[in-house]
DNA sequence: CGCCGTTATATTCCTTCGTATATATCGAAT
DNA sequence: ATTCGATATATACGAAGGAATATAACGGCG
């Protein structure tokens, strides 16, 4: 079983990534958790780390991909907006038509690489 | 004229990055200069920076991607060897076809930014 | 031989990035 | 009112990245 480069994609805006492939995760990550404390743990990063990385996030786009609430039954909680859901599914759509397109050659680059 | 988004794509081998936009273009300012060291001025980086790039690429790809020359009429030079010129060509077709299927999300995803 | 411009490499310094830690605030439930 | 867990934010420390600088080696050419 060869172990194949992997395919990674931003998109980027004033030299600064408006979304990639550590973002949609954290997003994810929010969706299945209902935190940011929880999804950063999950994904072995600091709460800052992921704090900023929304914040920058909520701040890129439009309308805020997550709302976040302090206080509460469980002391608050973070959910991702519908309009965080869609920067999901449309990032990982956008990655797998991508992918599925350029997939001759990713193969190809990948067997000019030593193993 | 709206300034949309700019799509970025690299390969990565264990967590290093094989090739992106930084590694291509320099390889790109090589073949047209002649050497490292005016392709990092031509890309407004350190000499040493592009040299380190170039030799994480000679060590990643099974052949060489450059092949330099130290001494000689100039003081020697640096030019893209043919595996080079097929990492070069790989990958930006692999980048236009990416694009060319996702352009459609690229766009919407870009629509959700903030201008 | 000595000159020249480039590659190759080490050293130093500064900036950036990320973790760890510490508080303060919030709001439902008890 | 107190408790509790999460958000929001500041600070301090450490690691990593990149620039600037210095030096040696190289080899064709005058």
Redesign the interface.
């Known amino acids: 079983m060869k ?1 194949h ?10 030299a600064e990534i ?2 990639g492939p550590g973002k949609v995760a954290l997003l994810e990550a929010i969706v299945s958790t209902g935190s940011i404390t929880a999804a950063a743990k999950v994904l072995g990063m600091s709460y800052r780390r992921a704090w900023l990385l929304i914040d920058s996030m909520n ?5 805020p991909v997550v709302d976040a609430a302090t206080g509460g039954k469980h002391g608050g909680g973070t959910v991702v907006t519908s ?1 965080g859901m ?2 999901i599914e ?2 990982r ?3 797998e ?6 997939r001759r ?2 193969k ?3 067997g ?3 193993d």
């Open positions: 172990p480069a992997q395919f990674r994609l931003r998109l980027t805006k004033d408006a979304i701040k890129m786009f439009k309308v309009n869609q920067v449309c990032y759509r956008i990655e038509d991508a992918l599925k397109a350029s050659d990713v190809k680059l990948s000019l690489m030593r």
